[in-house]
């Protein structure tokens, strides 16, 4: 039986506290500031690479230079922590449980209501490998293996797809038309040509599809960029 239910968390606008000053709290806060978080970073000494996403971020963050203190988690959705000092440790987990926050404490599986996978994106496509904190070695190694199966252009690829797929819904095609149109969609050549740099011939290719369905397509569709597409309406 699994232990943990995997899920994809919408963290933009919410409040994140980050507390730690190693690497691994920089690889955190720039992730979740990527995502669009509220990161709060707390740490009385921050190594180079974070002192880096600092510098980076900038406004983005809410730092406090200090070590954590009780009450610190007011108003957090999502608490990391890096440490491994046992007090500070039993610190944050009684006051995330007594909060009902969602906490990790990185590489404490026993003191974690959830844990973080091992990510491949392709913005919009996002690829979780975990082991359920057994190996993250394995799943880091399995992700890497992915990276050379999913190209960067499978996001213009699904940028594009989800372009055809506005067009198949307002044009009114039924989802079996649908469903057929991207099983030749996905099929066809046209994730070769983006990912050869060919884009205008990505989009001639995906307007002839679209046609064979009764879809009308104006000609600037073959001139529009891709990337101007929403990344969030994915084809299914």
């Known amino acids: 039986m699994p232990n943990y239910y995997p899920i994809m968390l919408d963290v933009r606008g919410r409040r994140v506290v980050v507390i730690g000053g190693d690497r691994i709290a920089a690889e955190k806060v720039r992730a979740f500031a990527a995502c669009g978080a509220r990161v709060c970073l707390i740490a009385p000494e921050w ?3 974070l002192g880096q996403v600092v510098q980076e971020l900038g406004p983005q963050l809410e730092l406090q230079r200090r070590p954590y203190q009780t009450g610190d988690l007011e108003g957090a959705f999502v608490v990391i922590a890096t440490t491994r000092e046992p007090e500070l440790v039993e610190a944050v987990w009684s ?12 590489d404490l ?7 973080t996978p091992s990510i491949l994106r392709r913005d919009p496509l996002t690829v979780a490998v975990s082991t359920e904190g057994v190996s993250p070695g394995l799943a880091k190694l399995i992700r890497q293996e992915l990276e050379q199966h999913f190209s960067p252009a499978y996001g213009a690829f699904l940028r594009l797809a989800a372009e055809a797929r506005a067009l198949l819904r307002t044009q009114g095609v039924t989802y079996e038309q649908r469903d057929a149109f991207f099983q030749e969609f996905y099929r066809s050549p046209v994730l070769a040509h983006l990912e050869a740099g060919a884009e205008a ?14 879809v009308e397509v104006a000609h600037s569709f073959d001139e529009k960029s891709a990337g101007a597409a929403d990344g969030r309406s994915l084809a299914s």
């Open 47 to 49: 190594c180079v690479e």
């Open 109 to 115: 599986p026993e003191r974690c209501n959830f844990i």
């Open 95 to 106: 006051e995330a449980q007594q909060r009902g926050q969602l906490l990790n404490i990185v």
């Open 201 to 214: 011939e990505a989009r001639a290719l995906t307007a002839e599809l679209l046609r064979r369905y009764g």
